[in-house]
């Protein structure tokens, strides 16, 4: 039976909020790399492109070539020139290593590998290369090619993305609704399933107190706390999968709502194949405490589903897409819970998780997998 499928048959069922989500940690303390200052607002204005150009980036420019001189590309590293164009770190840590053979593409891929001895000694590890947009932008896309390695659990978050103001350096903070003039950010988070999931905070987020997603007391299903986690928002599809020791596409996009409405949007594909998408209408799901779930849920508090309603990201034009983060977020706790669950299913998870990339491209437009 593949690997997937057992993972599956002893996923995490969806949370019904009964109780509390484990989280925080140093990453989403703040412990993680700041953020850099962003340079003067007249870089985000949008450049002017080639209005004959047609089909997504990777059709204009086969194996990604001339790819980054594009105007509407963001960011791109391929690793074969070594480090030099994420703004931290600027060498091989502890954690991450540019490595030669077997890349997706080329010769060269970075490896981000945290073992559980090293998590004995540090609770809290974040393996996470970072990078700033030379503008910022209302909507973006994000390809990266990726390989989860060996049987190991998967990071407690994965990958990440800012929204805010030249002065915003506050994503990544665990438990904290963002003020809607400031900024907003989610991350795409691989479960023991091996499948993805939005985790997603803005400042209209839901808690998870009560039932409807607010936070007043004596509200049915009352926790009897207050708290804010990201807000989850897993695609139904059954493509929602990855193959592990294998190259998978993966692509994101997001957008950001004109101001005054909830037209704000999140949208992924694997390989090309759209998977999910979160938008005004789309899909028909039920929210429950912090989770929206597609299709419905069957949990005893579950409402009629309804079409997603949008996201609302800002109450500021100034909030825009500003920053990533290949970030593999691991806690000792959570790593040594699902390796605990790989084991109950008959599976050897290994004493390290790694994770290789290559070919990671940001712009304003699709780009498609690197063929």
């Known amino acids: 039976m593949p690997l997937a499928v057992l993972l599956g048959l002893f996923a995490c069922s969806d949370d019904d909020g009964s109780t509390p989500p484990v989280d925080g940690g140093a990453r989403d303390a703040g412990a993680r790399d700041a953020s850099p200052v962003d340079a003067a607002s007249e870089r985000d204005a949008e450049p002017t492109r080639d209005a004959s150009t047609t089909g997504w980036l990777r059709d204009r420019y086969p194996g990604d070539e001339g790819l980054a001189d594009d105007p509407a590309v ?32 080329g010769e060269r891929f970075l490896r981000a590998t945290v073992t559980h001895d090293q998590l004995l000694e540090d609770e809290y590890i974040s393996a996470s290369p970072r990078a700033a947009f030379p503008r910022r932008v209302d909507e973006m896309y994000w390809r990266l090619h990726v390989r989860f390695v060996g049987v190991a659990p998967n990071p407690h978050h994965w990958i990440r993305v800012a929204a805010g103001t030249e002065a915003f350096r506050s994503s ?38 009560c039932n409807d997603g607010s936070a007043t007391p004596g509200c049915a299903g009352d926790q009897g706390t207050t708290y804010y986690y990201g807000n989850v928002f897993r695609p139904a599809a059954e493509e929602n999968r990855f193959e592990r020791d294998e190259w998978t596409c993966v692509e994101l996009a997001a957008r950001a709502n004109p101001v005054g409405t909830s037209e704000g949007a999140l949208s992924a594909w694997i390989d090309d194949r759209p998977i999910g998408e979160f938008a005004p209408g789309t899909p028909i799901g039920t929210w429950l405490r912090a989770t929206f779930h597609p299709g419905g849920c069957e949990f005893s508090a579950c409402t009629e589903p309804v079409p997603f309603e949008g996201f609302d990201f800002r109450t500021s034009d100034d909030v825009r897409f500003k920053e990533i983060f290949l970030d593999a977020y691991y806690e000792r706790g959570s790593w040594e819970a699902r390796r605990d669950r790989m084991r109950e299913l008959g599976l050897d998870p290994g004493e390290e998780s790694t994770i290789h990339y290559d070919d990671v491209v940001v712009a304003t437009e699709r780009i498609g997998c690197r063929l």
């Open 74 to 105: 963001l960011f791109h590293d391929d690793f074969e020139s070594g480090w030099g164009r994420w703004d931290a770190p600027t060498a091989d840590t502890a954690h991450l290593f540019l490595e030669t053979g077997d890349a997706h593409a």
């Open 172 to 209: 990544g903070l665990a438990n904290t609704v963002p003020d809607g003039d400031e900024g907003f950010w989610f991350d795409f988070d691989a479960n023991l399933d091996d499948s993805f999931q939005f985790y997603t905070y803005w400042h209209a987020m839901r808690s998870g107190r």
